[in-house]
């Protein structure tokens, strides 16, 4: 079992920046952001392997957020730069403790989660 908590989320105006954390109560194999605004499917905003910092990032992201670890805290985080509007979402910590399988983006392949922190990016 491993326990996920998010911090780090507010209110800020566009373009902006902003860094979310992730405390892990323990090691997890990958880990990954995710993010759901109402009224939306959850989408994949970044993810990493912990063993080596390989990372992937979805397209509406890319160049802005970057994701990282600090592996003596099992913390994860989100720097996110020049942040939008449509940046704002509930956003979601989620960790896999089993090597290999399954697509990075997909929710299903994450067996913890954290319960999230708002983010919301105003005009």
């Known amino acids: 079992q491993v326990q996920l908590v998010e911090s780090g989320g507010c209110s800020v105006q566009a373009g902006g920046s902003l860094r979310l954390s992730c405390a892990a109560s323990?090691?997890?194999?990958?880990m990954a952001w995710f993010r759901q605004a109402p009224g939306k499917k959850r989408e994949a905003v970044a993810y990493?392997?912990?063993?080596?910092?390989?990372?992937q990032y979805g397209e509406s992201v890319k160049g802005r957020f970057t994701i990282s670890q600090d592996t003596s805290k099992n913390t994860l985080y989100l720097q996110m730069n020049s942040l939008k509007p449509e940046d704002t979402a509930m956003y979601y910590c989620?960790?896999?403790?089993?090597?290999?399988?399954?697509?990075?983006?997909?929710?299903?392949?994450?067996?913890?989660w954290g319960q999230g922190t708002q983010v919301t990016v105003s005009s």
């Open positions: 990493i392997y912990t063993r080596g910092d390989r990372t």
């Open positions: 323990g090691y997890c194999t990958s």
């Open positions: 989620a960790a896999d403790l089993t090597p290999g399988g399954g697509r990075w983006f997909d929710p299903n392949k994450y067996n913890y």
